[in-house]
């Protein structure tokens, strides 16, 4: 499965835009880029997801790169709520385990009142 | 609606004992997977089910970790003979189809074990 690298963690204060970016080099044609947030003592949550172009939905802004390799999530104002691991993932493609996520570590978004 | 519900919401064994943990996914979803996530730590695969066909049991940790699944139902994860490492968290997502890499998975709240 391609690999993903995030930074351990980020800060944020309340109210600004917040930009987390993720390299995803060994990244395939047919790989989509997922986003997925866990909030504290909760099961990971679904936020955005891409291929090529930039995605907007209610939750977030997903930029991609125009080589692929590498992707940027955009909260565009950060509330306390938002506060989470951030997790970039490639879901397995092909073969076995269609959708298969494999978790990182994820970035340690915290949001400053 | 409904969500993918699991239960029970805490379960507290002691070693040795054998555990079993439901996963009820979201209606028509056909994929079904388990993740277990130590404190801490991030989300391991342990298992997915599709539809009928065999499932991948390419993450289960030991022999005493088994899944099973009826049809495109409820789902039990049974841990037997539980050791002090098998304390997690243990996660169910579905999803509508999992033959491609753009559905999003949809996850319970997770059944916390601990083993004393």
Known sequence: ?113 | GAGVSQSPSNKVTEKGKDVELRCDPISGHTALYWYRQRLGQGLEFLIYFQGNSAPDKSGLPSDRFSAERTGESVSTLTIQRTQQEDSAVYLCASNRRGTSGNNEQFFGPGTRLTVL
């Not at chain 1, 351990?8 to 947030?37: A, K, Q």
């Not at chain 1, 691991?85 to 385990?97: D, E, M, N």
Request: aromatic share 8%.
């Open chain 1, 1 to 113: 499965d391609a690999k993903t690298t995030q930074p351990n963690s980020m800060e944020s204060n309340e109210e600004e835009p917040v930009h987390l970016p993720c390299n995803h080099s060994t990244i395939s044609g047919t790989d989509y880029i997922h986003w997925y947030r866990q909030l504290p003592s909760q099961g990971p949550e679904y936020v955005i997801h891409g291929l090529t172009s930039n995605v907007n939905n209610r939750m977030a802004s997903l930029a991609i790169a125009e080589d692929r390799k590498s992707s940027t999530l955009i909260l565009h104002r950060a509330t306390l709520r938002d506060a989470a691991v951030y997790y970039c993932i490639l879901p397995k493609a092909g073969g076995t385990s269609y959708g298969k996520l494999t978790f990182g570590q994820g970035t340690i978004l915290t949001v400053h009142p």
